[in-house]
């Protein structure tokens, strides 16, 4: 019965595959099309979890990007126009905070993530990413601020400052990445695109393409691998990336990535001090036009991802799932698909590291949250976006 099921289920999945190739002229290497059937097989192994759920609507926001959870269950949704938004779960009601600074909206830019400081309780520290036009044409920056909550109904941000610059601003409006992340050691991680103009991620002179470690008031932090590489350079903890949309460490204080690959090969990353992930020198997917992109197992001295996807799932975001409400994906991985309109769970404790499920949600996914009592709120993406929250059946 086991075996019909997965035989069926891997017919199905290279019936599709195959429709995907009809479909896309564009897609002519015969390497390619094993690579899918052999990607998606992988898929379809004996491992696969069935965890169920329930989807309840509660809220609507206008291109939200991130996500921040408060204590008191209040959420702290961005808007990519420039807007932060209070959201009281209880009460439904969505009140905009002050303070914001003027975003350059437009492309993928715009306001970007939020993360609390460790010690918010205390310090009320905010930081946010946004993108900003200056010199050069744009880049991302992260901000912090003081999250000032003390009139309900004039809530804002104060003494906001720029802490970090993306170096050098290009012209072109993609691929910022700019997720914000603070580990377990207290430092805030950053998350630096390529701006779509690929050398980067292998400029030492520039933090794009690269993964940051920095101290909480955005100076790079002691310990770092590339500290005797120039003042760019002592930011860097990993470099050789693309698009990396999600962070997030796991249950052992692993930190991991997510990075949408160019035509095919999307990412999931597993990230080591001081590697170099090989963008744009490698990548299992190839460029637009078509040109071959040599594969990570050409090139061995670049650190390949744990797992990649063709066809691509185009990665949103990256969440750890730590609670109780879904036994089955507890310490897994939880992906936010856009183009796969999908949450990807995967078991990153596999050897293979491999998906275990996939969950079909019929709209792009941008965010994900795992809020205090193991629900899971998502964010779908775009204009009248809905706010989603996951209960167990
Ligand atoms: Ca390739």
């Not at 185009?314 to 949450?343: D, E, R, V």
Request: with cysteine; proline share 4%; glycine share 10%.
């Amino acid at each position: 019965m086991k075996i019909l099921r997965l035989s069926m289920l891997t017919t199905v999945t290279l019936t599709s595959s195959l429709i995907l190739m009809a479909c896309n002229t564009q897609t002519n290497s015969s390497k390619f099309e094993q690579k899918t059937a052999a990607e998606t097989a992988k898929a379809t192994s004996a491992s696969r979890i069935d965890q169920t759920y329930q989807i309840k609507t509660i809220a609507q926001f206008n291109e939200p990007w991130a996500m921040a959870a408060l204590k008191d269950g209040r959420v702290l949704v961005t808007e990519r126009k420039g807007k932060l938004k209070l959201f009281n779960p209880k009460t439904k009601q969505q009140v905009e905070i002050k303070g914001l600074p003027t975003v350059a909206y437009g492309g993928q830019g715009g306001l970007g993530d939020i993360a609390l400081h460790p010690q918010f309780q205390r310090n009320h520290w905010l930081y946010i990413s946004y993108v900003e036009a200056g010199q050069g044409g744009y880049g991302a920056v992260v901000a912090r601020g003081e999250l000032d909550l003390s009139d309900a109904a004039n809530p804002q941000i104060k003494h906001l400052k720029t802490i970090w610059t993306q170096v050098p601003k290009v012209q072109g409006q993609g691929h910022y990445s700019h997720r914000i992340l603070f580990g377990t050691d207290g430092k805030l991680w950053i998350s630096s695109g390529e701006r779509q103009k690929f050398d980067p991620a292998q400029d030492m002179n520039s933090n794009l393409g690269k993964i940051l470690r920095l101290n909480d008031d955005g100076t790079a932090a002691s310990g770092n691998p590339f500290t005797d590489r120039g003042e760019i350079a002592k930011q860097v903890w990993s470099l050789g990336h693309r698009n990396l949309l999600g962070m997030a460490f796991d249950d052992k204080d692993q930190l991991w990535s997510v990075e949408m690959g160019p035509k095919g090969g999307d990412e999931l990353n597993i990230i080591v001090k001081g590697e170099n992930y090989g963008y744009p020198v490698v990548s299992n997917g190839d460029h637009y036009d078509g040109t071959d992109i040599p594969d990570h197992d050409t090139h061995p001295e670049f650190k390949a991802p744990a797992m990649s996807w063709t066809p691509v799932i185009s990665p949103s975001s990256l969440i750890f799932y730590t609670g109780n409400q879904f036994p089955a994906w507890k310490n897994k991985a939880l992906i936010g698909g856009l183009s796969s309109k999908a949450i990807v769970i995967v078991d990153t404790e596999m050897k293979p590291v491999i998906e275990v499920q996939r969950l079909k949600m019929q709209q792009r996914i941008r965010g994900l949250l795992e809020v205090g009592d193991g629900s899971i709120w998502v964010l779908e993406d775009g204009k009248n976006a809905r706010l989603l929250q996951f209960t167990a059946q």
